[in-house]
């Protein structure tokens, strides 16, 4: 896979990269300060309404932990799709990249709140 020579001269891509890249480290920094400030080892990890007073299905560390790590993956995809498409289109590129940041954001939403509740 060669990178295009245009790619880390965009100036919109590399602030995309950066946005991406510092949203992934802080989701994955606050997931771990966390889980790593309570004691408790139970967590709440889904909410389901269908279910009625049994909504809430309670897991590990491992299920939260795997929020951090969703959005350090969710980084790795998105850089590597953004790469190999951006000699076909840029403004796919960027795209990929833009939905990146909204993807990130909401893992950051969803983990917050199943912390709290917790």
Do not use: C, E, W
Not at 4 to 30: E, K
């Amino acid at each position: 896979m060669t990178t295009p020579r245009t790619y880390f001269r965009d100036h919109f891509v590399l602030l995309l990269l950066t946005v991406n890249i510092f949203l992934a480290v802080f989701t994955a920094v606050f997931v771990f300060l966390k889980i790593s400030s309570s004691q408790n080892s139970s967590y709440i990890v889904q909410y389901r309404s269908s279910l009625g007073v049994n909504a809430f299905s309670t897991g590990g560390i491992s299920d939260m932990i795997a929020f951090g790590v969703f959005a350090l993956l969710i980084v790795g995809i998105n850089v590597v799709l953004s790469i190999r498409t951006y000699s076909i289109n840029r403004n796919l590129a960027v795209g990929i990249l833009s939905l990146g940041i909204l993807l990130t954001i909401l893992d950051v939403i969803v983990s917050n709140s199943l912390l709290v509740l917790h």
